[in-house]
Each structure stands twice: as structure tokens, then as C-alpha cells.
């Protein structure tokens, strides 16, 4: 039955957009320039081509009580963002489900987030480590086919019309979201936070 809500939500929502209006679009530039002195550079990255990657992902910049609408991503896409360093809380959207991630990025240096599909809760965020041996680091031999077969994307002025459209229903998405998040560990948020150390010169 939560499936089947789901699917009813993103009918509602037009999510996946439409030929006429694409929320996303091919980047007319898919080299990805290098990390400008003054900001982090964040790669958002969706190598999914399963169910997790049929529907758009937005990835928002939580600050306060707003938040900047980054980009969307859909199957075998990625997204970069220039952002100011230090902290920031970062937040994916996928239909009625939201998932969270701390960071605290340097200037002149570039990071990799991985979009995690998980059954029934949408895609979640996940810090990729520059050293180690977790699933989720550089030395995972998937990191290079994520970044190999994803093409740069950006959204389109119809996504930023979709958002002000539904700025309501992912406020509550958002809200359930955050409740989940309260009642993780520390460990678990730990596991959740892009470092400074996270850097990657890839």
C-alpha cells in the first residue's frame, strides 16, 4: 500500500516531468571544472538504473527555515555545486520521503555524495570517504563507474516552476524527514556527515 501511495503522489506531483517541460537537462559541459579557491565543490551523484533511479531526486541546502532547491537528478545523472565552506545540512527529496546529511566542506576542495536508493524511502545521502574500506569510499571499485557513466545535469526554470508549485508537500516531506533524523545515534549521523578530511582529487 505505501508503494502504491507513492505512486499516486508522483502522479499528483509530476515529478518525472514531461517531454514538453523537463525539470532536468543534459549540461552543455561535461567536464567538471575544478573546485573554484573560495568555495567546496559537491558532486551529487545517482548511479542507480533500478527503481531508485525512475524517479527525480531534488537536493536541497537546508538553512534555517528555507532552503536552496540545488538540482534534481534522475538515473545516471550528477549534479555539481559550488558551495560556501563550512557547515551546511544538506537534503534529498523523493516523492513523500526526505534523508538528510551534515557537512562541513573547505574551500578549494572537492567532495562526492552518493544518492542511496532505499526500498520505500526514497534516496538517501551518502558521504563518499577519500580513504577506507566502507562501500562508500574512493577505493570502492564502483566510484569510478558512478562517475564514468553519470552525466552532468542541471535543472531547468520548469523544475524551479515545479518547486514553487509543491513547496508545500516537500515542506512536509522535509518535516517527516527531520523527525527521522532526530532519532538516529550519533554514530548513525556520524556515518551520515560529509568531513573536511572527505576531499577527493578525482
Not at 551534515?102 to 558521504?127: C, M, S, T
Not at 509543491?166 to 533524523?181: E, L, P, R
Not at 545515534?185 to 568531513?195: I, S
Request: glycine residues 6%; charged residues 25%; hydrophobic residues 40%.
Amino acid at each position: 500500500m505505501k508503494v502504491i501511495r507513492a505512486l499516486v503522489v508522483v502522479a499528483m506531483f509530476g515529478i518525472a516531468g514531461c517531454a514538453s517541460a523537463p525539470l532536468v537537462v543534459d549540461s552543455t559541459d561535461q567536464a567538471l571544472a575544478p573546485p573554484p579557491a573560495n568555495k567546496a565543490q559537491i558532486v551529487f551523484l545517482n548511479p542507480s538504473n533500478s527503481i531508485g533511479g525512475a524517479f527525480l531526486t531534488g537536493v536541497y541546502d537546508v538553512k534555517n527555515s528555507d532552503k536552496d532547491f540545488l538540482g534534481m537528478l534522475g538515473s545516471k545523472m550528477k549534479v555539481v555545486q559550488n558551495v560556501e565552506p563550512g557547515k551546511h545540512l544538506f537534503m534529498a527529496h523523493t516523492v513523500a520521503y526526505s534523508h538528510f546529511m551534515d557537512a562541513d566542506v573547505e574551500a578549494g576542495k572537492r567532495y562526492y555524495v552518493l544518492l542511496r536508493f532505499i526500498y520505500g524511502r526514497g534516496l538517501q545521502l551518502r558521504p563518499i570517504r577519500s580513504s577506507g574500506s566502507s562501500e562508500f569510499s574512493v577505493n570502492n571499485p564502483k566510484f569510478e563507474e558512478w562517475r564514468n557513466e553519470s552525466k552532468f545535469v542541471v535543472k531547468t526554470p520548469d523544475a524551479d516552476a515545479w518547486y514553487a508549485k509543491y513547496k508545500s508537500a516537500v515542506d512536509d516531506a522535509q518535516t517527516k524527514g527531520w523527525a527521522d533524523w532526530q532519532q538516529k545515534t550519533p554514530e548513525q549521523k556520524a556515518e551520515l556527515t560529509l568531513n573536511k578530511e572527505d576531499h577527493i582529487e578525482k
